[in-house]
């Protein structure tokens, strides 16, 4: 089963359990892929995040069960997962507009989201530099920040921007000056969606402290800081650069919906980098392996 194929799984297994609990085991057993990957890959191909998505689509169908069947409105907004009627209306208003109750007292406008199904579009609409680096083990040093991985788009830019205030940065740069290897500049890296550890992940603000190579001295890790060990891994390396967060957003999109459908690698699931230079220069490191025939 291929990149696309799986992707579409998915979707055909969140459309038949809107209205019972959604699993991020098996959405990772389908994919092959992190939980927090996945819906990152989910919000650059589809300009909506994972969560809104199956949102949408509960609401889209709360109002046909409203349409066309007699059910109380309460067992409808317990149907699709609402504690609550109050609940159920904040949400139903905030999407649809009108309330769940106007639906059957009169004619109103109702809004839809349906069924995504995503297919291989070639655009080539720019060029992609990239490198695919067997890259050995190596040691990340940093800040590491728990965050909710629904939440994690909104709350990591937050962290970069309070970096800067309290004293974290300062301190990564101290460090820096004693490091220079590979995966290079400061680095973000989302650790999150490993098994049995869905609703949260890790965040990392640091850098590369050892490569395990001949002849690489280790800088020692400061104690308020924590590391983080990469295994041994295939890398496809990205230039991303250019005004953020812009330039990275655009690598992503391209990734995940023209160079991963078309390139004979998957993903693996291993964290992904995001490498912050000098002068709007980045790299995105995202761990590959070859697909099985």
Known sequence: MNWVERINETI????????????????????????????????????????????????TLAAFDILNSKDHILDIALKYGY???????????????????????GTVMLKTCPKISFQITIKGESDMNYMIEHWPAFTISGFKKRVKTDEAFH????????SGKDGTMERLFELIMKADM???????????GEWGEKEEMNYYLGLTTH?????????MTPNEMNELQL????????????????????VYKQFY?????????????????????????QEVWIAVKKKNH
């Open 182 to 192: 590979r995966p290079s500049g400061l680095l973000g890296v989302s650790v999150g």
């Open 231 to 250: 295994p041994k891994a295939t890398w496809a390396i990205f230039e991303a650069n250019g005004p953020l967060p812009e330039s990275v957003q655009k």
């Open 257 to 281: 919906t023209e160079w991963l459908p078309s390139s004979g690698y998957e993903l693996d699931n291993l964290p992904v980098i995001e490498c912050y230079l000098q002068d709007q220069k």
């Open 155 to 162: 709350v990591i830019p937050q962290i970069w921007d309070t």
């Open 12 to 59: 055909n297994y969140i459309e038949d359990n809107l209205d019972k609990d959604i699993s991020y085991d098996t959405i990772e057993k389908i994919t092959l892929c992190s939980i927090y990957n996945f819906q990152r890959m989910f919000s650059y191909i589809a300009n909506k995040s994972l969560s809104e998505y199956i949102r949408s689509r509960k609401l």
């Open 83 to 105: 504690t609550s009627h109050d609940a159920f209306t904040r949400a139903f208003h905030k999407f649809h507009g009108v309330l769940p109750s106007k639906v059957r007292t």
């Open 211 to 219: 490569v395990d190579v001949d002849n690489c001295e280790k800088v």
